[in-house]
């Protein structure tokens, strides 16, 4: 469930307060209230208009058990779909106005973007991405089945040759290197990893 600020309220209190003030945002476009109120309110007035935008029957009976007001819904599915066609999001602003006399509360306005007389001018909506058309069942089946291009065998195989060689390179070296001490007797000695001192094998 989604989880709001406690204003100070219940839970059947605040969700009350909540649809008038988003009823009355929308009825009125601009109103004043605090900023902690202001930020709540934002987020479901867009979730409203969201709504509207669809356009369907079960969108419109959601939007129908949250607002008060067939006014308020008429609007929302008719003047405020249509004004932002465009947009993705982002429908409402808040704005800091002054601090209320008596308990010092931050107010603010929150108002709708795009519309008559608001408070400050709105940046244009962001293109929209081209709709892709939508691809036939069968052919995203086909494309889902593709496997990965076959291995180059001759590359595989001169991958693995050259490992071999690598590896037989090393194996003489080592064995040239160990013949080599034979000789010279250093067979007599070896050298501690922990502590790198020589100890000899006779004592």
């Given at each position: 469930m989604t989880k709001f600020?406690?204003?100070?309220?219940?839970?059947?209190?605040?969700?009350?307060?909540?649809?008038?003030?988003?009823?009355?945002?929308?009825?009125?476009?601009?109103?004043?209230?605090?900023?902690?109120?202001?930020?709540?309110?934002?987020?479901?007035?867009?979730?409203?208009?969201?709504?509207?935008?669809?356009?369907?029957?079960?969108?419109?009976?959601?939007a129908a058990a949250f607002v008060r007001g067939d006014d308020v819904l008429h609007k929302l599915f008719t003047e405020l779909a249509y004004?932002?066609?465009?947009?993705?999001?982002?429908?409402?602003?808040?704005?800091?106005?002054?601090?209320?006399?008596?308990?010092?509360?931050?107010?603010?306005?929150?108002?709708?973007?795009?519309?008559?007389?608001?408070?400050?001018?709105?940046?244009?909506?962001?293109?929209q991405p081209p709709e892709r058309p939508p691809?036939?069942?069968?052919?995203?089946?086909?494309?889902?089945?593709?496997?990965?291009?076959?291995k180059d065998e001759s590359e595989s195989t001169s991958k693995l040759l050259d490992s071999h060689k690598m590896k037989a390179i090393i194996s003489r070296g080592i064995m040239e290197v160990s013949y080599k001490r034979f000789e010279r007797g250093d067979w007599r000695q070896r050298i501690a990893p922990a502590n790198g001192r020589v100890e000899s094998l006779e004592s």
């Open positions: 600020r406690k204003l100070g309220r219940t839970a059947a209190h605040r969700m009350s307060m909540f649809r008038t003030m988003v009823s009355q945002l929308v009825k009125h476009e601009r109103i004043e209230t605090t900023v902690a109120k202001a930020k709540e309110i934002r987020r479901l007035a867009d979730q409203m208009v969201t709504l509207g935008k669809e356009g369907t029957l079960a969108a419109s009976r959601r004004r932002y066609k465009d947009r993705l999001g982002g429908y409402t602003r808040v704005l800091r106005t002054r601090i209320r006399v008596g308990d010092a509360a931050p107010m603010a306005y929150i108002e709708f973007i795009d519309r008559e007389n608001e408070l400050r001018e709105s940046k244009p909506p962001n293109p691809l036939d069942p069968w052919a995203k089946s086909a494309l889902k089945r593709q496997w990965a291009p076959p």
